[in-house]
Structures are given as structure tokens and as C-alpha cells.
């Protein structure tokens, strides 16, 4: 069956059909309905940005409260590009701002406008918190990346996002009235960032192997300071994003393209060689 490249692969994760079977029994099933659409349209803001800019897109995971788009794209896209994508999502609710204020003078019921104007206001501010993986962490997440290297920036975004989900999680607990689907929802979160540490190695061998394939489309260059002792490890570490970069060996006299870097590792497979092993390696 063809599938047109114009509509991304939906998949609605099972915690969906829960959600709607209890909808269904506790009478909330336009509730569940609105919130899901405003979801839907906000993960097609950021399909449709994708697509402009020819993401490898995977699928959008949809679930009651939220959503993802999966791509094969790593931290190497350039800066602006991915805050784009990212930014979309969220302004798509101003869209649908636009859209319910048209709505108001129809036949439109007004409790049905006045859920979808609470919903899209609060998935709108919900998604703007910088907790990973909201709209607000990616954006953490990519301003990090801007200054620091891809692996620092990515584990630093982990441990801040869950310090800030902790506090958020708490803040609720204490300070307002107990609802039970915000709290599972920061739950979530957290289990997500758990998830996510526990990874963060594959997501850095993902970030180096789509550059080794791909390369860079970086117009600055930042050198790299080593030794003949430097691990490969710690050198590949240092690699940062919409950055080229020229390995400097300090008392030796040569430089290393990043490229030999990367070929060590992924083709020659010597994860755990040192500077002075691509030097020889170099030579013959």
C-alpha cells in the first residue's frame, strides 16, 4: 500500500484505548476526543516543519496527553533548522486560538469551546516547561548543545530536566489541588528521563554515527586538543554540533580530520585505541 509521503505513519500507543474506554464509561468521551485532536494538530505542526526541511521521519506516537515525533535525525541538523521544528508544535495552538474564536460565532455549544480553550491553553503552557522531552527541553536541550559538546549538553539536559521535574512534581503536591492526571503525567516524565539516562551512551553513538555517514554541514571549525595518550573515547566526547572539527596532537606535530576519528572507530572498529594508534595507523 502506497502511503503518501504528505501523511506521517500515526500510531496510537495502548495507554490511548485505555483512556477512551474509561472516557466511554464515565461519560468524558468529548473531553478525550478535543484533547486529542489538539495533540494531533500540535505533533503535525512539528511533521509538517520536518518535512520542509526532508527529516527522516519515523512516526508520530500519540497518546491522551501528548505525543512524540520519532526521526532519524541526531544533533546534526543545523541550530536554526531544529528550533524551527521544534517551535512549530507550540504554534500551532495559536492556530487553534484563531480557530475557537471564529467557532464562538456559530452554533458551535459554548462548554465544548470553553474545554477546548482550557485544553489548548494548558497543553500550550504544559509543553513549554523545560523538562525533556516537552518543547521547552528540546529547546534547553538544543541551547546547550550550542555551547557545550553533544555528549556533555545531552547529559546535562537529563539531570536538569529531572531536578525540574522533581520540583514540579512537588510544587503540585503541595501547593494545589491534588489532580491525579498531572500528577501521572510529571510520573511520566520523570520515567522518560530515567529512560533516557539509562540510553544517553546509544544517543551520543547515534549523534557520532549519522556524522560519520552524513558528515557535518558546519561552516566553522573548532580544534580539537589532544595527546598521543588521548583515548579515542575522549576525543570523539568532544565533538559538538554545526561544528567541524581538526584534531591538534600536542608534542607530535599533526593534525587528525575528524573523519579518521570517526573511521577508527565505526569501520576499523578499535573503540578503545588512542590518539598515537590512528597516528600509526596513519602511516601505513
Not at 600536542?250 to 593534525?255: H, M, P, S, V, Y
Request: overall charge positive; hydrophobic content about 50%; glycine content about 4%.
Amino acid at each position: 500500500m502506497t502511503r503518501h509521503n504528505w501523511l506521517p505513519p500515526i500510531h496510537l500507543h495502548p495507554v490511548f484505548w485505555g483512556f477512551l474506554l474509561l472516557a466511554v464509561l464515565t461519560g468524558m468521551l468529548m473531553e478525550v476526543l478535543i484533547l486529542f485532536i489538539i495533540v494531533l494538530l500540535h505533533e503535525m505542526g512539528h511533521f509538517m516543519a520536518a518535512r520542509y526541511f526532508r527529516w527522516r521521519i519515523r512516526r508520530i506516537m500519540l497518546w491522551v496527553f501528548g505525543g512524540v515525533m520519532e526521526t532519524d535525525e541526531q544533533g546534526n541538523r543545523r541550530a536554526l533548522e531544529e528550533a524551527i521544528v521544534i517551535l512549530s508544535g507550540p504554534a500551532v495552538h495559536i492556530f487553534i486560538f484563531a480557530a475557537l474564536y471564529g467557532l464562538s460565532a456559530t452554533s458551535t455549544p459554548e462548554a465544548v469551546l470553553e474545554t477546548a480553550y482550557m485544553y489548548n491553553t494548558t497543553i500550550l503552557l504544559f509543553n513549554l516547561l523545560p523538562i525533556w522531552p516537552l518543547d521547552g527541553g528540546k529547546l534547553i536541550g538544543l541551547l546547550l548543545s550550542l555551547q557545550l559538546p553533544y555528549r556533555k549538553a545531552h547529559t546535562i539536559l537529563i539531570i536538569v530536566s529531572w531536578m525540574i521535574g522533581v520540583a514540579v512534581l512537588l510544587y503540585v503536591c503541595i501547593a494545589t489541588p491534588f489532580t491525579l492526571s498531572t500528577v501521572s503525567l510529571l510520573c511520566f516524565l520523570l520515567w522518560e528521563n530515567r529512560l533516557e539516562w539509562k540510553r544517553r551512551y546509544y544517543v551520543f553513538l547515534r549523534f557520532l554515527l549519522q556524522r560519520a555517514t552524513y558528515g557535518t554541514n558546519a561552516d566553522i571549525s573548532t580544534p580539537i586538543f589532544a595527546t598521543s595518550e588521548t583515548a579515542l573515547l575522549d576525543v570523539l566526547s568532544q565533538y559538538r554540533r554545526n561544528r567541524r572539527h581538526i584534531i591538534v596532537v600536542k608534542g607530535k606535530n599533526a593534525l587528525l580530520d575528524e573523519q579518521q576519528c570517526s573511521d577508527m572507530y565505526f569501520k576499523r572498529k578499535k573503540a578503545h585505541c588512542t590518539v598515537a594508534d590512528i597516528l600509526q595507523q596513519n602511516r601505513q
